[in-house]
């Protein structure tokens, strides 16, 4: 059994999955990649099946009509068989140290543990920046020992990536995951409905997976965005019908994950703000309506939050500050 299932989403990733794939293959024979060829039109299909051809122990390849990120990503469920699985975008890479630590934590301690999932940390690899800025939980979470929920303690605005986390296989079969076909940040759902199940973590400091970001034709750039601003809010929507529906959970469990929508439902509220057009403010009354319709008790907290305060700010003057503000995170935070 390998120790680690990789899948690699490919669309059209001709120019940079060789990166991303290298950097991959530094695991050995502990790791599984699973190359999923989204329907890509330029040369990914031949790469894939390239790497196929001369690492065969290491290398699975699935060829697909395109149904986005999401189907990608249960494809490579689908015939997934290390202990643990690991998503990697084909346009980021990771790092070498970083990776033989990972690798000798999951072999030698994870199973002792019985860790469910393992997190650790990601950098912005921003397109023309010098300076790195790393994303680290290191005054957040113990160190060197698995812990529970009840140890979890993020502060406002912190919150576990995609990039971030190692799930064990068995977390994501229980939990039945099932992501939407042609949708992007389909990342949230991903890292958001597995946590009900999720009972002991383990946080290694180091600095594993390289974030590549600043390309214009992005997904996560702010004009693409708010160009995809439907499918954002659905995948918004979705976490919400989730969150209501999850019964039985641990309160620290709950917490989180409530403090994860409120990021997320802001992100689609300021993007619908800084689109200004009547339709987008329709819009994002309407989420926060969707929101009020599915949980009263979810709603309030979210909306008289100092999020939900400021996301509401009446007139031009007050979604100008609302901007503003969002822009001063930019430049703090680094993100696009």
Sequence with gaps: MKILSIIVPCYNSAEYMERCINSLLLGGELVEIILVNDGSRDNTPQIADHYLENFPTQVKVVHQKNGGHGQAINSGLQIATGKFTKIVDSDDWVDVQSYREILNFLE??????????LISNYVYEKQGQKNKKVMNYRRFLPTDKAFTWQDVKFPFGK??????????????????????????????????EPLPIVENMYYLDVDFYRYFIGREDQSVNEKVMISRIDQQIAINKTMIAYYSDTQGTEDNVLTYMRRYLEIITAVSSILLIK?????????KKELWQFIRSQDTHLYYRLRLGLLGIGLHLPGKVGRKTTVGVYHMAQRIYGFN
Aim: charge should be negative; hydrophobic fraction near 40%; aromatic fraction near 12%.
């Design 108 to 117: 030698t301690k994870a199973d002792d543990l019985e860790i469910d999932m």
């Design 275 to 283: 689109e200004g057009s009547s339709e987008s403010l329709e819009k």
């Design 159 to 192: 919150y576990l990536l995609m990039h971030s986390v190692i799930y064990r296989l068995e977390v994501l079969k229980e939990s039945h995951i099932q992501l939407p076909q042609h949708s992007f940040y389909v990342d949230n759902l991903y890292i958001f």
